[in-house]
């Protein structure tokens, strides 16, 4: 499932031919809302967040220049991120934040249909073919691709926003109040011609990495954080918070100051793209010429992409019309659900995709060369380092669910009540964190099979049984733990990923070497519960209980997440689990790049 952070979109991907993380080819790929991307060969994208570049010359100067360049890019994104959802959440509230977020989910979902799953699969290695082949450096041909890319969202751009009334009617569901309907509908109507902005952003970052210029990509996303953080701002200065407020509280001024920094914010990152077209030589001039273009084979080599992000869109629109049923009452809906999803992708985009940067260009090279075995070996050493990584994180989002909840986002509008009701979610989004980058990790390992169908195939069935897993859920649990439902239906998904993924696996590659990773899995669960023995009694030691204030949180937090680790490394260290050492240094790496 997607989600929109930094405004919507999740920054530069690669994928690797060969054991060198830089393609012979140059080919540059974006991945939009964690949707892989593919060359036109099959080769797959990393995932979306902090994957190194590829080399592209020497345009953009060196691998390791560009690598951290794009680290530090995304670390300041994801704090500068996260600072803008909690103050979305103190400003509007639970209630409100409801209606705004899920009009935010709006122009992601339609802007993938549109155009995410090709931009990241067809027309980013089309760019750079022809960046490649054509005298003018795929100059003439970037600027028809740009003009009609204009032309065709801004004609979907205006029809989406039209037909605002009715799509917002389906996503609020018919549960809602009619208030609530409206204050969706009203935030839409500003907030959905993002998604003109967000494709010309993605737009333009393509062509500023196939030719080799990674920076002003990485960082426009900050200065979108930046605007909407101050949008919040001035609307508690001018308005106060929405505390206790009604959907039909909201003033038009309220609205349009909210719902019109949030698009002013996607406005300020495309534009903020604008000087770095120039800076690598990029004319953009008018070009009107769609049948140049060979848009018939761009929609058949797109297809098995879009039916993967039609999948998961699908999912997308299901949660949000159930939490949207549930919305009021302290219940953790929209926003919480959210909220927590990007404390889930945080955890993998850390570790997970350090862990896949690592791994896809040797694993790529081994299937080239139809080194299975090697495949295979890569591939458990993944799974081994990444749950070893992710079981700490796991076992403090489970132990201290509540207390992260307030310290992150209590305040305002956002109250007590409602930081308790996302730190429930939190505790079940403990049970998503693994399986969710074990299912990436298989399915990257499909990438360098070039088995982008079966990847494709594989996730159709799955996002069935996360749909079944929202509707089942939200019919059997009260609207309290809705949210917290939704999530256990995204683990179970995952889990099923992971499952599935590994059987076809085994049937095209061999042997999985799984008798090592389930030794080593137990080891690591054994740590796990006594880092979770260790870290419920600290909690139960500590002032605040079950019900922290926002400085006791902070305090839990830190006491009990330093002692869960504590206990985690040094029940590994007894049990000699030898990844403790490799993530160590991992992260040390990553953090020091």
């Not at 210029?213 to 909407?228: E, G, Q, S, T």
Request: one cysteine or more; a positive charge; charged letters at 10%.
């Amino acid at each position: 499932m997607e989600v929109l952070v930094n405004g919507g979109l999740y920054r530069s991907a690669h994928s690797a031919s060969d054991g060198d993380p830089e393609r012979s080819d140059g080919a540059i790929l974006i991945s939009v809302d964690g949707s892989p991307g593919t060359t036109a060969a099959g080769d797959q994208a990393l995932p979306p967040e902090d994957v190194p570049p590829t080399g592209g010359g020497t345009e953009g100067g060196s691998t390791a220049g560009n690598s951290a360049i794009m680290a530090a890019g995304s670390m300041v994104s994801r704090l500068i991120g996260f600072v803008r959802n909690m103050l979305i959440g103190m400003t509007l509230g639970a209630g409100i934040g409801d209606a705004y977020t899920s009009a935010q989910f709006l122009p992601g979902q339609i802007y993938e249909l549109l155009l995410g799953g090709i931009l990241s699969s067809v027309l980013i290695p089309l760019l750079v073919r022809r960046r490649k082949d054509d005298p003018d450096g795929g100059q003439l041909f970037t600027q028809r691709l740009l003009t009609f890319a204009i032309v065709a969202l801004g004609i979907a751009t205006a029809l989406v926003v039209a037909a605002a009334p009715w799509i917002t009617a389906i996503q609020a569901s018919n549960k809602s109040t009619e208030a609530y309907q409206d204050l969706v509908t009203a935030f839409a109507y500003l907030i959905l011609p993002i998604i003109f902005f967000t494709g010309l952003s993605a737009m333009i970052g393509a062509v500023l990495n196939v030719r080799g210029h990674f920076a002003a990509p990485m960082w426009a996303p900050i200065l979108n954080n930046l605007v909407v953080i101050a949008t919040c701002g001035v609307f508690i200065v001018v308005f106060g918070t929405t505390k206790g407020f009604q959907p039909e509280d909201m003033t038009p001024g309220r609205i349009i100051l909210i719902a019109g920094g949030t698009l002013l914010g996607m406005v300020a990152q495309a534009v903020g793209l604008l000087p770095a077209l120039r800076r690598v030589g990029f004319a953009w001039r008018w070009k009107w010429a769609p049948r140049s273009l060979g848009l018939g084979e761009i929609g058949r080599l797109a297809g098995w992409m879009l039916c993967y992000v039609g999948a998961n869109q699908l999912a997308v629109f299901v949660v949000v019309r159930k939490l949207n049923a549930v919305s009021g009452g302290n219940n953790a809906s929209v926003l919480a659900f959210n909220n927590v999803y990007l404390l889930t992708m945080m955890a993998h985009g850390i570790i997970g995709v350090s862990v896949m940067t690592a791994l896809l260009p040797k694993m790529s090279s081994a299937a080239a060369d139809g080194r299975y075995a090697d495949v295979s070996a890569d591939l458990s050493r993944g799974i081994r380092l990444t749950t070893t990584a992710l079981a700490p994180i796991a076992v403090a989002y489970g132990v201290l669910g509540v207390p992260i909840a307030v310290s992150l986002f209590q305040g305002g509008a956002f109250t007590d009540k409602d930081a308790f009701a996302t730190g429930t979610v939190l505790t079940v989004a403990a049970f998503a964190v693994i399986p969710l980058s074990i299912s990436y990790l298989c399915t990257y390992a499909f990438y360098a099979l070039q088995g982008n169908k079966t990847v494709a195939l594989i996730n159709v069935p799955v996002v069935l049984v996360r749909i079944a897993g929202y509707v089942v859920l939200a019919e059997l649990l009260s609207e309290s733990f809705a949210a917290a439902g939704m999530t256990a239906a995204n683990a179970i998904s995952y889990l099923l990923s992971a499952l599935i993924s590994l059987v076809v696996l085994r049937r095209r590659i061999g042997r999985l070497n799984l008798g090592s990773v389930a030794k080593a899995l137990l080891k690591v669960l054994v740590a796990a519960l006594v880092a979770t023995g260790a870290g419920l009694l600290v909690v139960f030691l500590l002032p605040g209980g079950d019900t922290p204030g926002r400085l006791t949180a902070a305090l839990q937090v830190v006491v009990g997440g330093g002692v869960i680790v504590l206990v985690y490394l040094g029940t590994a260290a007894l049990l000699r689990v030898h990844e403790v050492s490799q993530v160590v240094g991992m992260v040390r790496r990553k953090l020091g790049r």
